[in-house]
């Protein structure tokens, strides 16, 4: 069965510096990956999928994500941070046919 | 840009009784989920449901819960004797296809006391 694991439950940053979250995923098949993103007390929100297209998928926000079967990897980054960008990110798996399947979550902190 | 709907956005409830949260799915999807989130854990997957009929569900997901969508736009979870440790964040979640990506709801906190 597909899963992630997301390296670094906490990360922080300063604001203006780069952000990068860890996500490795374990499919037996070539994988849908996505990442989300939840603001306090709010829902889940999409912020880039990978479905087989291009390996360097854009996002909302400025955030990009590089998905690399050599290294099962699909982290996400941003180039500068901002103060906004503070939240919960959650890196996600789905298999065709199968149901999506989350990691365990990073809280992103952003210091001014 | 549509929108999942989900309400109550919170609820609370007496251990031992019976809750239904509802979602408002979006009009043209066909796949229907329900995850939820305890505080502070990770997102976990409940079950999904297409073509009237669950297509898959997790160990999570035992014969206290149900599904339904009753009447082409609801998508409900019922709970029939809630326990303590059902208190957690329930998300409900649509897609026009598998794997394509779901559109999530805003939550609904449920808390047993």
């Known amino acids: 069965a597909q899963s992630v694991t997301q390296l670094g439950s906490h990360v922080s940053v300063s604001e203006g510096a780069l952000v990068l979250l860890r996500c490795n995923y374990s499919s037996s098949v070539p994988p849908y990956l996505f990442w989300y993103v939840q603001y306090p007390n709010q829902g889940l929100q999409l912020l880039l999928k990978y479905t087989s297209a291009a390996t360097l998928v854009k996002g909302i926000n400025g955030f990009e994500a590089e998905f690399k079967k050599s290294e099962t990897s699909f982290h996400l980054t941003k180039p500068s941070a901002h103060m906004s960008d503070a939240a919960e990110y959650f890196c996600a798996v789905s298999e065709g046919n199968n149901d999506m399947r989350f990691g365990a979550g990073t809280r992103l902190t952003v210091k001014p | 840009e549509p929108e999942v709907t989900q309400t109550p956005s919170h609820q609370v409830t007496q251990m031992g009784q019976e809750v239904i949260l509802r979602c408002v799915p979006i009009s043209n999807h066909l796949y229907f989920y329900w995850y939820r989130q305890i505080l502070g854990q990770k997102v976990e997957f409940l079950v999904s449901f297409y073509n009237n009929e669950i297509s898959e569900k997790s160990e999570i997901f035992d014969d206290q819960f149900s599904v339904e969508r009753p009447d082409g736009s609801n998508f409900t979870l019922k709970i029939r004797s809630t326990k303590l440790e059902d208190s957690a964040m329930y998300f409900c979640?649509?897609?026009?296809?598998?794997?394509?990506?779901?559109?999530f709801g805003s939550g609904t906190r449920l808390t047993v006391v």
């Open positions: 979640a649509s897609s026009d296809r598998r794997a394509g990506g779901y559109t």
